[in-house]
C-alpha cells in the first residue's frame, strides 16, 4: 500500500500565505506525478497544482502566480507554497501521487484550509 500523509493546513488571514507537505511511503514501484487537489464544500474536487518526474509542472488558472508547487525525489515529498490568499482558496487540500509502476493513483486523508478574517 500507499501512504500520503498531509500537513500544513489552518486557518489563514486574507493575503496571507501557506505551505502544505505531503510525504509518500510504503510499496511505492515508481512515482509520475504528485501533486495537490482541493475540494470546497458542495463542489467536485479540481487539480491545484501538479509535478512530473520531468519536474514539469500544471497549475489551475485560479492559483497561477500565487502556487509554487517543488518536490523532493529523494525523499518522496511534495510542497505546495500558497501565497495572496483569497476566501476562495478556502477548502481542503488532497495531497495526490500517481504510481506508473501500479497502475494507479493515490490520495491522502485532506487537510482543511480556511482562509478567513
Known amino acids: 500500500q500507499v501512504q500520503l500523509v498531509e500537513s500544513g493546513g489552518g486557518l489563514v488571514m486574507p493575503g496571507g500565505s501557506l505551505r502544505l507537505s505531503c510525504a509518500a511511503s510504503g510499496r511505492i514501484f515508481s512515482i509520475y506525478l504528485m501533486g495537490w487537489h482541493r475540494q470546497a464544500p458542495g463542489q467536485e474536487r479540481e487539480l491545484v497544482a501538479e509535478?512530473?518526474?520531468?519536474?514539469?509542472?500544471n497549475y489551475a488558472d485560479v492559483v497561477k502566480g500565487r502556487a509554487t508547487i517543488s518536490r523532493d525525489k529523494a525523499k518522496n515529498t511534495v510542497t505546495l507554497q500558497m501565497n495572496s490568499l483569497k476566501p476562495e482558496d478556502t477548502a481542503v487540500y488532497y495531497c495526490?501521487?500517481?504510481?506508473?509502476?501500479?497502475?494507479?493513483?493515490?490520495w491522502g486523508q485532506g487537510t482543511q484550509v480556511t482562509v478567513s478574517s
Open positions: 509535478i512530473r518526474n520531468d519536474d514539469s509542472t
Open positions: 495526490a501521487l500517481y504510481d506508473s509502476g501500479r497502475g494507479g493513483y493515490y
